[in-house]
């Protein structure tokens, strides 16, 4: 800790600009980065804050840890293909494994609103459990409080996981370097589309299920394989765009995809021509990008293709040093263009 | 994990007598633990959630760490005394503490409501800043999320702590024993009645403030003094009578206390008149219960005593074999009653 640490009473986002919260400070885009960035980060100032990574890498006596935390408030609670329970489970499991760890143990911190059916709770505490041991992480420690109808919205879940590292590799965005090959490991923006067409009535065939799932086995194949893994990230939030704009930025890289490459379902590419949403920007619950050396690139679509939740992983793009910061996109009509972080709120509550 | 665990799709409460969640599901009294109990511990059974302990202990490659999670809903943000930001500091502190440990690392979820005044989150950080710097932990990661209008109450946070145990001893209910002191760090219900003073518009010449504070630096001067800790617990939710049964009950012991050693300042006494409520379930943040063995007593009242969170610690009660589970007290007028668990809901959102 810094002991010239400044006590400014002036707070650091502009009252003028933006004098209450907005949806789009939750939202992945750039407000909540000028929020974390501006707020949060200058307060609680340390190294390991500063990583702004998906979770923290403590070394505690020799063992290197990692520590993440997550709140969940998707809405609605329920939904094709899973629930806030398994969502809330999954993305914390996630978030271990992109810094590369074994997941161990979570926490549950429960935020129910007075009024909730009993049964609705029970059905996501059983999806809970069914999620934790299909991801192999124990529930240790939890917590339970109620606000007053019309205080919350039913249930927010908030977990908080542990996981062990146990291999040398360093998985960071400073570790990304031009000449990296980008793999994802499966189509996009299934996670999203299921939300939103509950919300907004759409109705398919058969319905589009959230492609929520537990990442830490495929990562750790990989990394049990000598794989010199160099970043790696989940695809919440923002979608793909906002990840690698995340990464060409805190790497200082330029990274360029090809939409060709990238997988999206036809169900999921019409429902965003109705919605008016582009698949690059909507949230996964099973989807990472994994940057690594070119000349490893075989061996992990290999690994990854052999793996249930990797069957479909392309090569989507390279890193270059032209244009630091910037994401770039050959379209499938072959027009460049830049690929911006999401400037608003996308898609509300949508994990 | 068990193979044979049950999948049964019948709610574990009984649908008929609680459809819907209730304000008192998370006041720390029975209907909590009733929900805790029967939902929660058989979905996710395994021995470290068992212990019910304020934390789970982890052993990870031969170091033992404490893991804790608690949420923060209290209305009103700000109160004389703290905010709903310090008291999420200080209360995973405290729970760390409890476990014996040493808290090194938290995370922080915060739950915004679109609408919520940046100042007022911008004072809360400050002072979430100020807490973790005066209780020597780390925020190392953390989480933003947005909810619409109406649909949260300004601000929840999550925190969740990782401490390390660096001592042999044993500090769970299952250690007290009969025979055993129960001392009590300061005057109670501090916490509680800043809340509903603030909520209910009374008055005082002075305010009332909340007694929050870590107390973590007075349990490892117990600890490293050598103390043969049987069992903490911090006094928050249901106040010291909700710890005294829960211990009562996880132990196997009878508790008896005398109200008359039990310190209540005036101030507090007489709102709690006014109110209508017992000093013995008002929560506190910076209030414990040690058990500890009875040739300990004048020591540990030494150091607690020469420690600026324990100037007024008293003796309060003993441990006997008579009555196992039963919490019993010997009035200010020498009468002796029964210390129930609260049955339903005291003070909502008070942390």
Not at 114 to 120: I, S
Not at 122 to 132: C, E, L
Not at 155 to 162: K, R
Not at 302 to 310: N, Q, Y
Request: net charge negative.
């Amino acid at each position: 800790m810094e002991s010239e640490r400044d006590f400014t009473p002036q707070c650091p986002i502009p009252l003028t600009e933006y004098p209450h919260i907005l949806l789009a400070h939750g939202g992945g885009g750039e407000l909540m980065h000028h929020l974390i960035e501006k707020m949060f980060l200058p307060a609680f100032r340390n190294a390991l804050l500063d990583a702004q990574h998906d979770g923290a890498v403590l070394d505690l006596e020799g063992i290197r840890l990692a520590f993440t935390t997550d709140s969940y408030v998707v809405h609605p609670l329920v939904f094709p293909g899973g629930t806030i329970g398994d969502l809330a489970i999954n993305g914390t499991v996630n978030d271990l494994a992109m810094c590369g760890a074994r997941p161990l143990f979570l926490s549950a911190g429960f935020i129910l609103e007075e009024g909730l059916p009993m049964e609705t709770l029970w059905h996501i505490v059983q999806s809970m459990q069914r999620a934790a041991e299909r991801a192999k992480v124990q529930l240790v420690t939890g917590d339970t409080k109620v606000v007053d109808k019309g205080k919350g919205d039913g249930l927010f879940i908030n977990t908080t996981g542990i996981g062990i590292i146990e291999h040398n590799c360093l998985i960071a965005p400073h570790r990304v370097q031009p000449g990296d090959a980008i793999l994802l490991n499966g189509d996009i923006g299934r996670h999203g589309i299921a939300i939103m067409a509950v919300r907004e009535g759409l109705a398919f065939e058969s319905p589009i299920e959230s492609d929520t799932a537990p990442l830490a086995d495929l990562v750790l194949q990989l990394l049990q394989a000598g794989i010199d893994v160099h970043c790696l990230r989940d695809l919440t939030r923002g979608g793909l765009a906002s990840a690698l704009n995340e990464i060409a930025r805190a790497g200082g890289v330029h990274i360029h995809i090809e939409e060709s490459a990238i997988p999206v379902c036809e169900d999921v590419r019409g429902a965003c021509e109705i919605l008016g949403l582009d698949p690059l920007y909507v949230a996964n619950e099973g989807r990472l990008v994994a940057f690594i050396g070119p000349t490893d690139v075989e061996r992990v679509l290999t690994i990854m293709r052999a793996h249930p939740l990797g069957a479909d992983a392309r090569l989507i793009g390279r890193v270059t040093d032209d244009d630091p910061g910037l994401v770039t996109m050959t379209s499938a009509i072959g027009a460049r263009r830049v690929v911006d972080m999401l400037s608003g709120e996308q898609l509300p509550r949508i994990c």
